[in-house]
Structures are given as C-alpha cells and as structure tokens.
T-cell receptor, first 111, second 116 residues
Framework: GEDVEQSLFLSVREGDSSVINCTYTDSSSTYLYWYKQEPGAGLQLLTYIFSNMDMKQDQRLTVLLNKKDKHLSLRIADTQTGDSAIYFC???????????FGAGTRLAVHP | GAGVSQSPSNKVTEKGKDVELRCDPI?????LYWYRQRLGQGLEFLIYFQGNSAPDKSGLPSDRFSAERTGESVSTLTIQRTQQEDSAVYLC??????????????FGQGTRLTVV
C-alpha cells in the first residue's frame, strides 16, 4: 500500500536553510504536497508539485522531486523563527480520492 | 463561512459513551474528508465524501465509526462505545471536486477527543 516517511525532527539556526526530506512508495503518485501545522492551528497547504516536474520554487520555498528514487524535499531559505512548525509531506495517487500523509517533521528554529 | 469549521473544539468523554463530531465545510466545496491524528503521528485517512457519490469508507478503523453527510453540507462523524485508543485530534477538510483536478484541501482546526 501507500506509505510516506519523514524524519521526525530538524533543528536549524535562524537565517540558515532548512531541508526537510520525504520518501514515498507509490510510483503512481500524481501530486505531492507540503503542509504546515503550527501549534493550535489547522493544516495549511504550503506548496505542491506535479509528478512530471522535478523542481518548483515559490519565494523562500524550493521543492525538489526525484521521481526515480521517490524522494521529495522542501528547502526553506533564510529560516525564521516563524517557520517553526510541523511539516507534513503528502501524496495523492492517480485514481485515489485521499491524501496519504507522512508523520510530520517538527522544525525547531533557534537563534 | 470563511473556512472549515469543526465543533466542538475539545471533547472529553467517558469510555463507552458515544460522541458526535461536526464539520461545516466551505460553501461550494463538494469534497469532504475526515482524518485522525494521534499524538505525534501523521494524519490517518478515515472517510471521503464527494457530492452525491457513495463515500469512500476504506479508512474507518472499526464498525464503531460512522459518518454522514447530506448533499454538500455539514458532515458528522460518530464514534460509538468510545475506547481510550480513540483519543486523537479529528480533522476535517473540504475542497472542490478532488478527482477532477488538483485543488487545495482546506483543513479545519480539528476536534481534540479525549476518552477517559
């Protein structure tokens, strides 16, 4: 079945770049997503990438997709304390009506 | 409303009691999803509604769980004879027709259920 895996924790210094990694198993994935969850808040879509792309950039966010290795990453440039949150990777497969989420990566940004 | 609204935001119930969780989707969104998030874990798919089509119930963990939705309006998730392992945050999301194209799913704040 579908499976999405992420490392659980990442700590970075303010101003550095953060790279959050994700692997998935379903080769028929059509869209891959990054969601952000701040304490006490709902999930917010950050960005997504279609499976025929290998990179997408949106301001401080860069998404890289290696479809051969089924590896997705999210790079946050110039990480700020406001970026501290849990980041979830999710994939949507062709023909399925649901998003499959990873366990989430908790990003801690310190001075 | 402006976003997906869930109620109650917190619910504490005794083991064995039934609970009902409510989700008000964004107006016009035909697709509605329920997910469960246990402490420190990812989101577990429970059920998906799309318009008047038969719901995808493949994620419901047991027959104690059921969900209803009338048309494109409110949905309720019911858990009968609650158990301690049901303690989690239950998240609802809605979107335009999911299968037709990539559309963003908007999440509510969730209902934190604690079974004591």
């Amino acid at each position: 079945g579908e499976d999405v895996e992420q490392s659980l924790f990442l700590s970075v210094r303010e101003g550095d770049s953060s790279v959050i990694n994700c692997t998935y198993t379903d080769s028929s994935s059509t869209y891959l997503y990054w969601y952000k969850q701040e304490p006490g808040a709902g999930l917010q879509l950050l960005t997504y990438i279609f499976s025929n792309m290998d990179m997408k950039q949106d301001q401080r966010l860069t998404v890289l997709l290696n479809k051969k290795d089924k590896h997705l990453s999210l790079r946050i440039a110039d990480t700020q304390t406001g970026d501290s949150a849990i980041y979830f990777c999710a994939e949507k497969s062709a023909g399925y009506n649901k998003l499959i989420f990873g366990a989430g990566t908790r990003l801690a940004v310190h001075p | 409303g402006a976003g997906v609204s869930q109620s109650p935001s917190n619910k504490v119930t005794e083991k064995g009691k039934d609970v009902e969780l409510r989700c008000d989707p964004i107006s016009g969104h035909t697709a509605l999803y329920w997910y469960r998030q246990r402490l420190g874990q990812g989101l577990e798919f429970l059920i998906y509604f799309q318009g008047n089509s038969a719901p995808d119930k493949s994620g419901l963990p047991s027959d104690r769980f059921s969900a209803e939705r009338t048309g494109e309006s409110v949905s309720t998730l019911t858990i009968q004879r609650t158990q301690q392992e049901d303690s989690a945050v239950y998240l609802c999301a809605s979107s335009f027709n999911w299968a037709a194209k990539n559309t963003e799913a908007f999440f509510g704040q969730g209902t934190r259920l604690t079974v004591v």
